[in-house]
């Protein structure tokens, strides 16, 4: 087996064991879920896990509350270190300013809690099926 196949860019890596290297999941059992489930989409299409990953590729990748739209730009089977594993891709900038839009508004509404400490009495179950019927 060829020892530098991490720089050979005609190499094949199938996408969970690329999202794995590039350390968006921390196992590559969890990249396989993501991407059978439907979250990782692939060119603006969901794919399966052992689809070839190329350069150039974009995908939509989940990240916590958002999702980051990314730009492949290098390949690697290996787990890499943070920064170097950092190199095999690139977020646009839209994704960026989205994501970032996104975190101040969590922070603003980060007292408003969508499940409410306890259930609503009747009076209040009366008010939400009137609010609801409007």
Known sequence: MNQSNSN???QNVRL???LWAARFFKTRAIARDMV?????HYNGQRAKPS???ELGARLKVPSGFDSRDIEVLGLS????SAPLAQEL???TAESVTKR???QAARKLNAFHSPKP???PDKKQRRQIIKFKQQ
Request: without cysteine; aromatic residues 8%.
């Open 100 to 102: 970032e839009e996104n």
């Open 117 to 119: 400490d306890n259930r």
């Open 16 to 18: 969970d064991k690329w």
């Open 51 to 53: 689809r070839n990953v």
């Open 89 to 91: 891709y690139a977020e």
């Open 36 to 40: 059978q489930s439907g979250k990782v």
């Open 77 to 80: 089977d290996k787990r890499l």
């Open 8 to 10: 050979n860019t005609t």
